[in-house]
Every structure is written in C-alpha cells, then in structure tokens.
C-alpha cells in the first residue's frame, strides 16, 4: 500500500506561481517503479490529465493547456514528486491530485492509478 500525501496550492494572482508537492510513504520500497502523474478537476467538470512522469526515466509529457507553463519533476530519495506551474491563468483553477500507477510509462486515463492523493485546491484569481 501507498499513500501519497499532497502540500502547496492555495490561492494566487493571474500570472504568478505555484508549487505542489507529493509525497510518497508506506510501501515505498518500490515507488521507484511507479509512474506518477497530476490530475486536475474543475466544479463541474470531468478530471483531466495535466501532467505525468515516469519514474526511472524522468520522460514528461504534458496536457496542451499547461504545455510550457508547467512543469513536473521527481526527486527519487525523497519520495516525491511536484509540480511546478507558472504563469497561472483563472482557467487552471481546480482541485489538483496526484496519482501512482505501478508502471513506468505515462498513463493518461484515471483509471489506470492506483493511489491517489487527497487533492490540493488551486485558485487563479483575474
């Protein structure tokens, strides 16, 4: 079993940055074969993919509404996964969670997660 646990988020201006945060505890003796990705759900829509990683490799691949603005990146020993988005616009305002799929490719569909964090509240003001 593995939990992952979120931190970072908040509220923030148009324009400005944030960092998230996902840390990986309980079995993680064999989180270095899980692949990670970042999820995001707006009020009233479905949860779409934002960001994945996989986790020997580091290969990324983004959603085309953050490409360029946001960035995902791992640190092996500490467990952890973050994401950092810049230049926030209203439109990525959302509840964001983070997701281990025990894989390394990217995964683009909910589904294929196993566990998932308890999501992080991001608010983009205009």
């Known amino acids: 079993q593995v939990q992952l646990v979120q931190s970072g988020g908040g509220l923030v201006q148009a324009g400005g940055s944030l960092n998230l945060s996902c840390v990986a505890s309980?079995?993680?003796?064999?989180?270095?074969?899980?692949?990670v990705g970042w999820f995001r759900q707006a009020p009233g829509k479905e949860r779409e993919f934002v960001a994945g990683?996989?986790?020997?490799?580091?290969?990324?691949s983004y959603a085309d509404s953050v490409k360029g603005r946001f960035t995902i990146s791992r640190d092996n020993g500490k467990n952890t996964v973050y994401l950092q988005m810049n230049d926030l616009k209203p439109e990525d305002t959302a509840v964001y969670y983070c997701a281990s799929h025990a894989g390394n490719g990217i995964y683009y569909r909910q589904k294929e997660y196993d566990y998932w964090g308890q999501g992080t509240q991001v608010t983009v003001s205009s």
């Open positions: 990683i996989t986790w020997s490799e580091g290969a990324t």
């Open positions: 309980g079995r993680t003796e064999s989180f270095s074969d899980y692949a």
